[in-house]
Each structure stands twice: as structure tokens, then as C-alpha cells.
Nanobody
Framework: QVQLVESGGGLVQAGGSLRLSCAAS????????MGWFRQAPAKEREFVAA????????FYADSVKGRFTISRDNAKNTVSLQMNSLKPEDTAVYYC????????????????WGQGTQVTVSS
């Protein structure tokens, strides 16, 4: 089993920045691909970013590409999401997820999920 806990959410103004962090507990963190997803009120959960086990490959949703950066620190069992140039449409609950297989844009392959952290971007 792998437990994930997100932190770093909050309220920011449009154009501002925020860094989310996900702490993992469990063995073999370095062998897991990690992803970030988000869900706005009354909306379906959508893919945001993902990173491979080595950190060598990253993937982003078109809506955040160029503004968000995903990274990981295997020594500390953490994955981060740096969010810049935030927009009101980025407002959502952000979830950290992990899977034993290659990083993907689909939520279906991710076996472990955090509780989520709220990000609110004001106009």
C-alpha cells in the first residue's frame, strides 16, 4: 500500500504562483509513476501532469503546458507541482496519484490517490 498526502493549496490572485507538494509513504516510491489531477465543482476529474519513475519524462495537459511544472524527489518520497501564471479556471481540488506502470494521462491506471488540496484563483 502507498499513502499520499497533498499540501500547499490555497487562495491566490490571477497571475500568481503556487507550489503543491505530495508526500508518499510506502516502499519503492522511486519505481512509481506519479500524476496530478484536478476536479472543479460539478465537473469531472481531469488530467493535469505526470512524471515517470526516473523523472526523465513529463506530460502535461494542453491547458497547463508552459505554466505548470511537475517534479519529483525520490530521496524524499515527494512529488511537486509548480503552478505559475494561474488563471481562475485553474480553481479546483488537486489530487496526487501513483501507479506501478508507465506515466499516463488517464486516471484509470493510477491505483493510489491522495485526499486532495483546494486551489482557488481569484479574478
Amino acid at each position: 500500500q502507498v499513502q499520499l498526502v497533498e499540501s500547499g493549496g490555497g487562495l491566490v490572485q490571477a497571475g500568481g504562483s503556487l507550489r503543491l507538494s505530495c508526500a508518499a509513504s510506502g516502499r519503492s516510491f522511486s519505481t512509481y509513476s506519479m500524476g496530478w489531477f484536478r476536479q472543479a465543482p460539478a465537473k469531472e476529474r481531469e488530467f493535469v501532469a505526470a512524471i515517470s519513475w526516473s523523472g526523465g519524462s513529463t506530460f502535461y495537459a494542453d491547458s497547463v503546458k508552459g505554466r505548470f511544472t511537475i517534479s519529483r524527489d525520490n530521496a524524499k518520497n515527494t512529488v511537486s507541482l509548480q503552478m505559475n501564471s494561474l488563471k481562475p479556471e485553474d480553481t479546483a481540488v488537486y489530487y496526487c496519484a501513483a501507479q506501478k506502470f508507465a506515466a499516463t494521462r488517464s486516471a484509470a491506471g493510477y491505483a493510489y490517490w491522495g485526499q486532495g488540496t483546494q486551489v482557488t484563483v481569484s479574478s
